[in-house]
């Protein structure tokens, strides 16, 4: 099991939520799981996101998808998403 942060600035949050969770399906099927959706205090626009997923190599597939690109611009994301995954000690 891995825990992934990623972190990106959005034009909209309420319009980001709902295409991130229609996209639900697509995590699920990569068995990751959202573990906690945060925006930052000073900008409701700056989002993070904490996933669990069963690996590297799932994650990585996932965020690989050919359509996730098209997901991403569609939800508003004006940043270039950084994106942590780590192992739990």
């Known amino acids: 099991m891995?825990?992934?942060?990623?972190?990106?600035e959005v034009k909209d949050f309420t319009a980001w939520k709902k295409v991130f969770d229609a996209d639900e399906?697509?995590?699920?099927?990569?068995?990751?799981?959202t573990?906690?959706?945060?925006?930052?205090?000073?900008?409701?626009?700056?989002v993070t996101v904490?996933?669990?997923?069963p690996s590297t190599e799932s994650v990585?597939?996932?965020m690989s998808r050919p359509e996730m690109e098209e997901t991403m611009k569609s939800a508003g994301v004006i940043s270039a998403p950084v994106?942590?995954?780590?192992?739990?000690?």
């Not at 891995?2 to 990106?8: A, D, E, N």
């Not at 399906?25 to 799981?33: D, E, I, L, T």
């Open 50 to 53: 904490i996933l669990e997923a």
């Open 83 to 89: 994106a942590s995954i780590l192992n739990k000690v």
């Open 60 to 62: 990585t597939a996932m």
């Open 2 to 8: 891995v825990t992934v942060i990623v972190q990106h």
């Open 25 to 33: 399906p697509n995590r699920s099927r990569a068995g990751v799981k």
């Open 35 to 46: 573990a906690g959706l945060y925006t930052s205090v000073k900008n409701p626009n700056d």
